[in-house]
Nanobody
Framework: EAQFVEFGGESVRAGGSLRLSCVGS????????IGWFRQVPGKEREGVSC????????SYADSVKGRFTITSDRTKSAVYLQMNDLKSEDAGIYYC???????????????????WGRGTQVNVSS
């Protein structure tokens, strides 16, 4: 069964940093682009960042540009999200999703991704 496991979320103060990790299994990791998404109750899942495992190209939501960095480690089937200067609006459950192909789909289309994990909770206090 193809899936992700996400971890690294915790409660931090505004201005702080976190590093999230997600590990994929059950699929050929390098053939996919991997995205980080977040969701808060009552709102739709929001795309945060994406990386092409094959090409290494990345994309970011405008709200996180300059603060978040996405990286990957093919040998570990892992994708990481380094989050700096966290803001209260960054809080939510963070998920990884996979999209087949070497190019990241638009982040505004979470339906283009699959293999969702259970997510990891990020809380940001002011």
């Amino acid at each position: 069964e193809a899936q992700f496991v996400e971890f690294g979320g915790e409660s931090v103060r505004a201005g702080g940093s976190l590093r999230l990790s997600c590990v994929g299994s059950g699929f050929t990791f390098w053939q996919y682009s991997i995205g980080w998404f977040r969701q808060v109750p009552g709102k739709e899942r929001e795309g945060v960042s994406c990386i092409s495992i094959l090409l290494g190209s990345t994309s970011y939501a405008d709200s996180v540009k300059g603060r978040f960095t996405i990286t990957s480690d093919r040998t570990k089937s892992a994708v990481y999200l380094q989050m700096n200067d966290l803001k209260s609006e960054d809080a939510g459950i963070y998920y990884c999703g996979a999209s087949y192909g070497r190019l990241c789909p638009p982040l505004r289309r979470p339906a283009s991704f699959g293999y969702w994990g259970r997510g990891t909770q990020v809380n940001v206090s002011s």
